[in-house]
């Protein structure tokens, strides 16, 4: 099993920047994708940004050249830099990893709790 901690959540004004952090923990396990995604109220859950083990990334259009993922695979951590904050990101985002367990070639998938960014105008 995986454990997802996520971090960094909170209110900031338009324009603003926040920081979202979040460290996978647990025994023997290797991590491929690592990823955010956001839900507002009333929508799906949407993917904002992903980055591979091996370091390429994407980004939904909507963030593009505003939020920066990256990763520390030595913590097994992800984070997500959001700068130029608009309203409409306001939304709980959530962390989301997948890894095998052991030997096995399955990639297990889980999910961090949630953390809510609020932005104010």
């Known amino acids: 099993q995986v454990q997802l901690v996520e971090s960094g959540g909170g209110l900031a004004q338009a324009g603003g920047s926040l920081r979202l952090s979040c460290a996978a923990s647990?025994?023997?396990?290797?991590?491929?994708?690592m990823a955010w995604y956001q839900q507002a109220p009333g929508k799906q859950r949407e993917l904002v940004a992903g980055?591979?083990?091996?370091?390429?990334?994407s980004y939904a259009d909507s963030v593009k050249g505003r939020f920066t993922i990256s990763r520390d695979n030595a913590k097994n951590t992800v984070y997500l830099q959001m700068n130029s904050l608009k309203p409409e990101d306001t939304a709980v985002y959530y962390c989301?990893?997948?890894?095998?367990?052991?030997?096995?070639?399955?990639?297990?998938?889980?999910w961090g709790q949630g953390t809510q960014v609020t932005v104010s105008s």
């Open positions: 989301y990893v997948e890894a095998t367990l052991g030997g096995s070639h399955y990639q297990y998938r889980y």
């Open positions: 647990g025994s023997s396990f290797s991590i491929n994708t």
């Open positions: 980055v591979q083990n091996g370091g390429s990334t």
